[in-house]
Every structure is written in structure tokens, then in C-alpha cells.
């Protein structure tokens, strides 16, 4: 992350408006998307219990909740794309400036075609570590932590299935994956 930010540093300073709206808007979408799933429990159990009197709240709240995290999610979306152009922009911009200074011995060892290769393909392959790599990871962290609460409050026999499940998945797919490839 360090060589990442180093890189970057430059970037995060002129675009911090856009990278701390995308940490908010990927915050506020794990936490809409951990809420949706309390919010339909509570609407399912109004109508086994045959509940009527909240289940009008409940049903307009799930369904307003639903649309708040699929606007999140489509602004999400757009402000990443933005963020993620404008990051690899700033890093070809970069390369650009730092060709001419090349000594003409370097130039002619690596040749056009290796510069054209760093413009067009090496630099948008680091399109994902601008800022999501780093913010999908330290969400999900705290995404992962809050289940695990939850499930611990819900029922502790259902939390230990689901984590044998986890080492049960984990186990099995390391021994088949590498007969796959």
C-alpha cells in the first residue's frame, strides 16, 4: 500500500473531494446492504406472526432501502469510474512528462513499442489499486466483523455451522483448484 500511495500521492492530493466521497459512498453502501437483510427479517417475522400493524412500515422501509442501495451503488459506480480515470490519467501524464528527459541510449534500448506498452496497457492495469483495493478491503473487514456479531446474537449453533462451513469450503477448494489448473 505504501508503493501504491507513493505513486499516487500526487493524485490523492488534487482529487481528496472524490476519493473521501467513494470511502463514503462504499461505507454507507455495506452499511445499507447490512441493514436490508435486519430490516427483511423484521417484515418476515411480522407476517408469520401475522403482525399487521408495522407491516406497512416495514414493507415501504424495505423497499425504500432497497432503491437507497441501488442509488448508492450507481453513484458508487460512477464516482469510482471517475476516480479510477482520472488516477490512471494522472500516472500517464506522469510517464509523459519523464520520456523526453530519457537519455537517448535508454530510449533506443527499450524501443517506442515498450513506452506504448506502459501508456496503454501497464498503466491501466493499476486502474483497481487507486483507491478500491485499499477501501473494498478495510470495509469489508468491518462489513465481515458486524455478520459475525449479528450472527453471534442470532443464534450461536447457526454462527459455528456457517464458520465449519467456511473451513469445510476453504479445505476442499485447496485441494481441488490445483487439480483444475
Same mark, same amino acid.
Given at each position: 500500500?505504501?508503493?501504491?500511495?507513493?505513486?499516487?500521492?500526487?493524485?490523492?492530493?488534487?482529487?481528496?473531494?472524490?476519493v473521501?466521497?467513494?470511502?463514503?459512498?462504499?461505507?454507507?453502501q455495506?452499511?445499507?446492504?447490512?441493514?436490508?437483510?435486519?430490516?427483511?427479517?423484521?417484515?418476515?417475522?411480522?407476517?408469520?406472526?401475522?403482525?399487521?400493524?408495522?407491516?406497512?412500515?416495514?414493507?415501504?422501509?424495505?423497499?425504500?432501502?432497497?432503491?437507497?442501495?441501488?442509488? !448508492? #451503488?450507481? $453513484?458508487?459506480?460512477?464516482?469510482?469510474?471517475? %476516480?479510477?480515470?482520472?488516477? =490512471?490519467?494522472?500516472?500517464? @501524464?506522469?510517464?509523459?512528462?519523464?520520456?523526453?528527459?530519457?537519455?537517448?541510449?535508454?530510449?533506443?534500448?527499450?524501443?517506442?513499442?515498450?513506452?506504448?506498452?506502459?501508456?496503454?496497457?501497464?498503466?491501466?492495469?493499476?486502474?483497481?489499486?487507486i483507491?478500491?483495493?485499499?477501501?473494498?478491503?478495510?470495509?469489508?473487514?468491518?462489513?465481515?466483523?458486524s455478520?459475525?456479531?449479528?450472527?453471534?446474537?442470532?443464534?450461536?449453533?447457526?454462527? !459455528? #455451522?456457517? $464458520?465449519?462451513?467456511?473451513v469445510?469450503?476453504? %479445505?476442499?477448494?485447496?485441494? =481441488?483448484?490445483?487439480?483444475? @489448473?
Amino acid at each position: 500500500m505504501k508503493v501504491v500511495y507513493r505513486v499516487y500521492k500526487g493524485f490523492y492530493k488534487y482529487a481528496t473531494v472524490q476519493v473521501l466521497l467513494l470511502i463514503l459512498l462504499t461505507v454507507l453502501q455495506k452499511s445499507v446492504g447490512f441493514v436490508i437483510p435486519l430490516n427483511l427479517q423484521a417484515l418476515i417475522d411480522n407476517v408469520v406472526y401475522m403482525e399487521g400493524s408495522s407491516l406497512k412500515v416495514l414493507a415501504g422501509g424495505t423497499i425504500a432501502l432497497c432503491l437507497i442501495f441501488n442509488l !448508492i #451503488l450507481s $453513484l458508487r459506480y460512477y464516482v469510482q469510474k471517475t %476516480v479510477e480515470t482520472r488516477g =490512471v490519467n494522472y500516472l500517464k @501524464e506522469l510517464v509523459l512528462n519523464r520520456i523526453p528527459l530519457l537519455r537517448f541510449e535508454i530510449w533506443q534500448q527499450n524501443g517506442a513499442g515498450f513506452y506504448n506498452q506502459l501508456l496503454s496497457g501497464d498503466i491501466e492495469a493499476t486502474r483497481g489499486l487507486i483507491v478500491q483495493d485499499f477501501v473494498t478491503f478495510a470495509t469489508n473487514i468491518v462489513y465481515v466483523v458486524s455478520v459475525f456479531y449479528y450472527m453471534l446474537s442470532v443464534s450461536m449453533e447457526l454462527c !459455528i #455451522l456457517v $464458520l465449519l462451513s467456511l473451513v469445510v469450503m476453504a %479445505v476442499s477448494s485447496a485441494k =481441488v483448484l490445483p487439480a483444475i @489448473e
